[in-house]
Structure formats: structure tokens, C-alpha cells
């Protein structure tokens, strides 16, 4: 059964940086799709980023692009959401989702598997 772990939230200013880890077990990173959602004070859930950990390819939001940066360290299990310039609406609890089913395409994913969630604070 595969598990999903995140970490790395906290409270920064208007401006600061916070990189987000998510470790994930029972998953080979052969195929399959990765994702960070988030849902602040009163908003949806919205997708933030993912990633193809077999081959690297990325996606963002339009609101993160060119502000944060998705990656994995497949020997790790690990994907990683760094944070920069960072601001008062990218408040939010952020979680890391996974669909593990070999050869699907991210637009297609059924998160089926979802970590505890770390929140992040912004400050202005």
C-alpha cells in the first residue's frame, strides 16, 4: 500500500521560501504521476504543480509559475516543492497526491493516495 508523507510547511514573511518534502513508500517512481494541491482560508482545492517522477516532466499553476519549483529524488522516494517569493494568498494547507498506475497521463490521474497535509503561513 503506498503512503504519503509531507513536511517542510511553517509560517514565513511576504517574500520568504519554504521547500516542502514528500516522501512516499511503496511506490518505485517507474510511471505514474505526482502532485501538489493546496486549499487556503475559504478557497477550493487547487492543483499547484506535478510532475512525471520516471521522466521529469513538470506542470504548474499559472499563479506559482516562475515562483516555485517542482523536483524528485527518485533514489529518495521523494518529491520536493521549493517556494520562493512567496505571498500572503499562497497560504494554504499543501498536500502531495499520487497515482502510481504505470503509463497514465497527469491530465488522467486518480489521486488516490494523499499525505496529512503541512500548512503553509504567509505573512504580510
Known amino acids: 500500500q503506498v503512503q504519503v508523507v509531507e513536511s517542510g510547511g511553517g509560517s514565513v514573511q511576504d517574500g520568504g521560501s519554504l521547500r516542502l518534502s514528500c516522501t512516499v513508500s511503496?511506490?518505485?517512481?517507474?510511471?505514474?504521476?505526482m502532485a501538489w494541491f493546496r486549499q487556503g482560508p475559504g478557497k477550493e482545492r487547487e492543483g499547484v504543480a506535478l510532475?512525471?517522477?520516471?521522466?521529469?516532466?513538470?506542470n504548474y499553476a499559472d499563479s506559482v509559475k516562475g515562483r516555485f519549483t517542482i523536483s524528485q529524488d527518485n533514489a529518495k522516494n521523494t518529491v520536493y516543492l521549493q517556494m520562493n517569493s512567496l505571498k500572503p494568498e499562497d497560504t494554504a494547507m499543501y498536500h502531495c497526491a499520487a497515482d502510481v498506475r504505470r503509463g497514465i497521463v497527469c491530465a488522467n490521474a486518480d489521486f488516490t493516495y494523499w499525505g496529512q497535509g503541512t500548512q503553509v503561513t504567509v505573512s504580510s
Open positions: 511503496g511506490y518505485s517512481y517507474r510511471g505514474g504521476c
Open positions: 510532475i512525471y517522477p520516471s521522466i521529469g516532466h513538470t
